[in-house]
Nanobody, 128 residues
């Protein structure tokens, strides 16, 4: 059974940091790039970041470039999203997703239809 478990959300003040984790099981890590998505109340779900566990390729949404960093730990089968300089507009439910397509681009990774598996979301609230 494929499972993606997201954790690490919480309440943080503007300017603070959080690190989200996505623990993956039931699939081969190298074959499934992992993306982070977020959905704020009243808004559509949007792609935040992407990482290929095969070659380390990463993509980021323009709104988080320079503030967020995604990385992976092969031994732990975990993908991280380090979020620094958090802003109130970062408040959302963050979810991780896995795709069998290893060739997604910096624009293609944003499409929800490309993903085969989804984890439960973890809530991030940034206070002003």
């Amino acid at each position: 059974e494929v499972q993606l478990q997201a954790s690490g959300g919480g309440l943080v003040q503007a300017g603070g940091s959080l690190r989200l984790s996505c623990v993956v099981s039931g699939l081969t890590f190298d074959d499934y790039p992992i993306a982070w998505f977020r959905q704020a109340p009243g808004k559509e779900r949007e792609g935040v970041s992407y990482i290929s566990n095969r070659d380390g390729t990463t993509y980021y949404a323009d709104s988080v470039k320079g503030r967020f960093t995604t990385s992976s730990d092969y031994a732990k089968k975990t993908v991280y999203l380090q979020m620094n300089s958090l802003k109130p507009e970062d408040t959302a439910v963050y979810s991780c997703a896995a795709t069998s397509k290893t060739y997604l681009t910096g624009t293609g990774y944003r499409y929800l239809r490309e993903y085969d598996y989804w984890g439960q979301g973890t809530e991030v609230t940034v206070s002003s």
